[in-house]
DNA sequence: GCCAACGTTGGC
DNA sequence: GCCAACGTTGGC
C-alpha cells in the first residue's frame, strides 16, 4: 500500500510551517468544508502532505506527515467534522510559489490549482514529484 | 427542492 | 481593498 500525498493551506500569521516544526505536532482541526473533509478523512498515517502557506509567501514551504488519522474534530461541537495530526519532516529547500506552480505545464490538473479554495486537497504522485523537483532542482 | 442572498476564502 | 469562486442558508 503506497502512501498518498496531500497539501493543505494555512495562513502562516495563524500557523505557519515554523509553529510546526517548533512545536513537533499538531492537531489539523478547524476545517469546515465538506469536500477538504472528506480528503482529512481519506489520510493515512505515514501520507505524506505539503504545506502551503495562503495570504502571505503564496508558496509550499514544507513537507509534513500525517500522525493520526481522521478523528471527530474536537473544536466541533456539532460533531460534523474531523480533525488529523500532522508532524513536521523539513522545510522546502527552496519553496515552490503558486506563480511557479501556475506557470508549470506537469501541475495544470492539481486539484488546488483548479479549485483554489480547497483547503485540504489531494496531490497525484507525479504532482508530487514535480513540486519536490521544484524546492531541490537547479 | 429550487434558487437568491449572503458569508468566507484566497489571489491579485 | 476588491472581486471571483463557491459553499451554505433560508424563504418559498
Redesign the pocket.
Known amino acids: 500500500m503506497t502512501a498518498s500525498h496531500w497539501l493543505v493551506?494555512s495562513?502562516p500569521a495563524t500557523y505557519a510551517f515554523a509553529d510546526l516544526q517548533r512545536d513537533g505536532r499538531t492537531v489539523w482541526d478547524g476545517v469546515?468544508?465538506?469536500?477538504a473533509a472528506l480528503h482529512l478523512k481519506a489520510m493515512k498515517t505515514g501520507d505524506s502532505v505539503f504545506f502551503y502557506h495562503?495570504?502571505e509567501g503564496?508558496a509550499v514551504v514544507g513537507v509534513a506527515e500525517v500522525v493520526r488519522e481522521a478523528y471527530p474534530d474536537p473544536s466541533d461541537p456539532a460533531g460534523r467534522f474531523v480533525a488529523v495530526e500532522l508532524a513536521p519532516v523539513r522545510p522546502l529547500g527552496r519553496p515552490v510559489t503558486?506563480?511557479a506552480m501556475?506557470a508549470e505545464p506537469a501541475l495544470a490538473g492539481m486539484a488546488m490549482l483548479?479549485?483554489?479554495?480547497?483547503?485540504v486537497s489531494p496531490v497525484s504522485p507525479a504532482e508530487w514529484a514535480t513540486i519536490l523537483r521544484m524546492a531541490e532542482g537547479d
Open positions: 493551506k495562513e469546515r468544508n465538506n469536500a495562503s495570504q503564496l503558486l506563480a501556475k483548479r479549485q483554489s479554495r480547497l483547503s
